[in-house]
C-alpha cells in the first residue's frame, strides 16, 4: 500500500498500473515519461515493475502527466488508526478548556447574548462547506466531514489519506476566512450606506459589532478546529519522513 506520499511507496501493483496507463494514454514512451519529469529511465522502469518511488518521484509523475495525484495512484478510503480511551478523553478535555476559555472571554466582555449571531455563523458554514463541494466535490465534502473524528485520536498513520484530507482542511481553512472577509466587507457596506437611517450611535456601534463578530467566529473555527487538525495530519507526514526505513 502507498506508505506516505511525504516517505515512500513500495511494491503496490496499483501503483505500478496506473502510471503505465497513463503514460500509454499519451503515447508515451518511458523514455519520454523520464524527460518529461526529469527523472531518470531507471526510475521511472522501477515505478512501473513494482510501485517503488519516492514522494518526490510520485510528485513529478503526476506533474508531467498532467494527473492529480489521487488520480495516479490508489487512495485508501479510511485511516487505520488506533482508538485509545485515554486519548479521546485528553482530546474532549483539551477542546473544553479552549472553549472555556473563549466562553470566559466573552462573560468578560459582555453578556454572552452579545457574541450569538446564528445568521452568521449559518452564513459561514454554509459558505466554507459549499465551497468544498465545488472545489473537491460531495465526496470531498463528506470526507473533510467524517474526518473531524481525527481531532480525539491519538496517533493517525500517514498515508495518503491523510495527506488529502489535510490538503482539504487546508483549504477549508481558506474558504473560512475568505467567507468572512466578505460578509464583514458586506456589512461595512450596508453600515456606511445607511448612516443617515441609523437612528443613534448606540444602534451604529451595534451594527459593526455585528459586522465584526463573524471575523470572531471565523478564528474560532479555523484556529480551533482546522488548525489543529491540519497540524495532526502534518505531523504524521512528518514522522514518516524522519522514521528510518
Not at 36 to 51: F, M, N, P, V
Request: charged share 15%; glycine share 6%; with cysteine.
Amino acid at each position: 500500500m502507498y506508505k506516505a506520499q511525504t516517505g515512500c511507496c513500495k511494491n503496490n501493483p496499483e501503483n505500478s498500473i496506473r502510471p503505465r496507463y497513463f503514460r500509454k494514454e499519451n503515447g508515451w514512451s518511458q523514455d519520454v515519461l523520464a524527460k518529461a519529469s526529469g527523472l531518470s529511465l531507471r526510475t521511472i522502469q522501477r515505478l512501473e515493475k513494482d510501485g517503488n518511488a519516492s514522494s518526490e518521484t510520485l510528485l513529478s509523475v503526476a506533474a508531467a502527466l498532467n494527473k492529480p495525484q489521487n488520480e495516479l495512484l490508489h487512495i485508501s478510503e479510511q485511516i487505520e488508526t488506533l482508538w485509545k480511551w485515554r486519548s479521546i478523553m485528553q482530546n474532549v478535555i483539551a477542546l473544553i478548556v479552549i472553549i472555556g476559555a473563549i466562553g470566559m472571554l466573552f462573560v468578560l466582555g459582555g453578556e454572552l447574548g452579545m457574541f450569538a449571531d446564528h445568521y452568521s455563523a449559518l452564513f459561514l458554514t454554509l459558505f466554507t462547506y459549499a465551497c468544498t463541494v465545488v472545489a473537491f466535490g460531495p465526496h470531498g465534502f463528506i470526507k473533510s466531514i467524517t474526518g473531524l473524528k481525527y481531532l480525539f485520536s491519538e496517533n493517525v498513520p500517514a498515508s495518503s489519506y491523510t495527506i488529502h484530507l489535510a490538503y482539504i482542511y487546508k483549504k477549508q481553512l481558506v474558504f473560512n476566512y475568505a467567507g468572512s472577509f466578505i460578509a464583514f466587507i458586506t456589512g461595512a457596506i450596508a453600515i456606511l450606506s445607511n448612516q443617515v437611517s441609523i437612528e443613534s450611535l448606540a444602534a451604529f456601534n451595534t451594527a459593526w459589532a455585528v459586522c465584526i463578530l463573524i471575523v470572531l467566529y471565523a478564528a474560532i473555527v479555523a484556529e480551533g478546529v482546522f488548525r489543529p487538525l491540519i497540524a495532526k495530519l502534518d505531523a504524521t507526514q512528518l514522522i514518516a519522513e524522519i522514521k528510518p526505513n
